[in-house]
């Protein structure tokens, strides 16, 4: 594409990015470079079995029985979605900071307890890189479309552009909170090439 | 029934499901006016259930180059004729037909499916005999008025369509547009039409009447004038989020004109009710003492009809409320939505000239600061539309969205064959691809 919105956007280090090795507390987990990589893999388990509690983080070898099921957590939905790819830079939305680990917000907080009908709220904030990015949607649409599909079906996925961040995130919002409006944009194959590209990064 | 007495809380008792599962996101499943006949959209398709056997009855496919997101029975035809208007993501409205042959018996669609054998006619298809083409984005609402003759349309594009039946015949399926209402500011996210219940003979205009409800968080009222033009003679403002439907009062108590229930992304579900102009004079004396002060801002002086908000409903839901219905027999409305939780709620004293929503006690409410159900003045609580919860039911489809519930009839075989097609359910489509049906206790 030659009319980039923003033709040269902040590019954030890959080793800068947030991941589960620099978490301290994740005694659980072992320092398995591959493992997040090894989560982006696991996931699309749900998609057949939306019921099936799939013990993804199996190579906990500290428990007794060789496993325990992690709740989904804050860093678990960035590895989902930071690596959707920007729709018009070869970039992906972590490396671009239009998803930040810090604007992802869980309700309730992750819990191993949690019965598979409760229904936990995942708040994505993101953060277009330019105020008037009229691909803000297509952006927001992605992340939700990622999630929804990746995520348990008490999973209730909202994604709105942080505060301040674009000059018609109202708008934005509303659209990307329309549960028929995605459901038609899935359909329309223009769109749907789009996002594909998108998400094929994710996998 | 005495509208004085407490409300008993009520507990949904889950009845056998409709079989087999469709295993996909289904929008909605809309009972047939009079047969015991279930129409289910999902996908690009519809499935008709019998609401005797929870079975299939038959399908209509192939009509449809998107998910069909809504469907309506046309009213008023024999027995053995069935049809329906399906509107699609595709941009356009698909009018079916489904016809048995040599069975014109009145009794007879009844007996076939409890008898449970009916390979040959199962098989039987539906046509798609007319193809209402017009809107520039996805259908989301279709709408048979009460006598047929107009089909009401709306859509992305912002626009509903009024479609009028103009063949001679039952058989001659010519349809044309006779107006195009281009008002709402977004989506136009359904449409319904007033019951026929008195609603006749009311001001100037002829006795259909249309409510729509849109992404621009409004609600509008259209009638048609003494010149044939489809005119808005209301917009109701006050939700807080895209308007996701509306239903006119099935059955009211008195002769008052039916009023409206809209539900709303805001997790509200609203009352109105059209300040009548024969009553005026009467009702006059009644808001002197009640303190209510003028006319809300929801009313624009140059609108041709005064509809204001007489109630919200309590707080039950913690999502977007995708549905909401109100039964013609109790007068309960039930409503569901993305919290998965089905909510059902009575009326427990009515007097619609009697008490006004402000846009402040609205927001009150919707903060909790005020109870909810409570009025909105002490003085005149006991006049004011009052509704209270009386049942609550979460994860009625596990973890899943509900998009649509319904009130329906029973006829299903563990109903006593006393109270079949007389006893109420309710029936809930959910993302899960199951229709459900629960029992009132």
Not at chain 1, 54 to 78: C, K, L
Not at chain 2, 34 to 54: G, I, N, R
Request: hydrophobic letters at 35%; proline letters at 7%.
């Amino acid at each position: 594409m030659d009319n980039k919105d923003n033709a040269n956007p902040t590019i954030l280090n890959v080793s800068e990015l947030p991941t589960r090795q620099n978490k301290k507390k994740t005694s659980a987990i072992s320092k398995d470079a591959d493992l997040d990589l090894g989560i982006v893999l696991k996931r699309p388990e749900y998609l057949s079995a939306p019921f099936c509690d799939v013990p993804w983080a199996s190579d906990d070898t500290d428990s007794d029985d060789g496993f325990t099921i992690e709740p989904i957590d804050e860093q678990e939905i960035y590895d989902l979605i930071s690596t959707i790819s920007d729709p018009e830079h070869p970039l992906s939305l972590g490396q671009l900071a239009v998803v930040n680990l810090p604007d992802i917000h869980i309700t309730p907080s992750p819990s191993a307890a949690a019965d598979p009908n409760t229904l936990t709220q995942v708040l994505v904030k993101i953060t277009p890189t330019i105020t008037h990015c009229s691909l803000a949607t297509v952006i927001g649409l992605g992340i939700r479309v990622r999630l929804e599909q990746a995520l348990p079906p008490n999973y209730r996925v909202d994604v709105m552009i942080k505060e301040g961040t674009h000059s018609q995130d109202d708008q934005v919002n509303k659209q990307l909170a329309d549960k028929e409006r995605v459901a038609a944009a899935l359909e329309n194959a223009t769109l749907k090439g789009v996002l594909d590209k998108m998400l094929e990064t994710c996998v | 029934m005495s509208s004085h007495e407490p409300p008993m809380p009520v507990k949904l008792v889950p009845l056998p499901p409709f079989k087999p599962d469709l295993c996909e996101r289904a929008w909605q499943s809309i009972p047939h006016p009079t047969l015991p006949l279930l129409a289910t959209v999902h996908e690009k398709s519809v499935t008709v259930f019998s609401l005797s056997t929870l079975s299939p009855h038959s399908h209509l496919t192939n009509g449809h180059e998107r998910s069909v997101r809504s469907t309506t029975w046309k009213p008023n035809l024999p027995p053995h004729k069935l049809c329906l208007i399906t509107g699609s993501f595709d941009s356009s409205a698909g009018l079916w037909r489904w016809e048995d042959e040599g069975r014109g018996g009145s009794d007879n669609l009844e007996v076939e499916m409890t008898g449970g054998a009916r390979e040959e006619s199962e098989e039987k298809d539906w046509e798609l005999i007319v193809v209402l083409e017009g809107h520039d984005s996805e259908i989301k609402s279709v709408a048979f008025s009460p006598s047929g003759q107009y089909v009401a349309t709306c859509s992305r594009d912002k626009a509903v369509w009024i479609w009028e039946d103009v063949g001679a015949s039952e058989a001659d399926d010519e349809w044309e547009t006779i107006a195009v209402l281009n008002e709402h500011d977004g989506d136009v996210k359904a449409v319904a039409w007033c019951p026929d219940t008195n609603r006749s003979g009311r001001g100037r205009y002829s006795s259909d009447v249309l409510a729509s409800a849109s992404y621009d968080d409004t609600v509008r009222i259209w009638r048609e004038d003494e010149d044939g033009e489809w005119i808005c003679v209301a917009v109701l403002e006050g939700h807080k989020g895209t308007v996701w439907g509306v239903q006119w009062e099935p059955n009211p108590k008195t002769d008052r004109f039916p009023r409206l229930l809209s539900w709303s992304a805001d997790r509200t579900i609203r009352v109105w009710t059209l300040k009548e102009e024969e009553d005026e004079a009467q009702a006059a004396p009644r808001h002197a003492f009640g303190g209510l002060g003028g006319i809300p801002n929801t009313m624009r002086r140059s609108q041709k009809e005064e509809w204001s908000c007489t109630a919200i409903l309590p707080t039950a839901h913690t999502r977007d409320i995708y549905s909401a219905t109100w039964s013609p027999q109790t007068g309960r409305v039930a409503s569901t939505g993305s919290d998965a939780v089905i909510a059902i709620y009575e009326e427990v004293a009515s007097d619609p000239n009697g008490a006004v929503f402000t846009e402040d006690e609205a927001a009150a409410e919707l903060d909790g600061d005020v109870p909810m159900s409570n009025g909105h003045s002490e003085s005149n609580t006991e006049a004011s539309s009052q509704w209270k919860l009386i049942s609550t039911t979460p994860n009625a489809h596990g973890p899943y969205e509900i998009n649509h519930i319904t009130w329906c009839k029973r006829y299903d075989h563990d109903c006593p064959p006393e109270k079949r097609g007389v006893e109420e359910m309710l029936v809930t489509t959910g993302d899960d691809g199951i229709v459900r049906s629960w029992q009132i206790s």
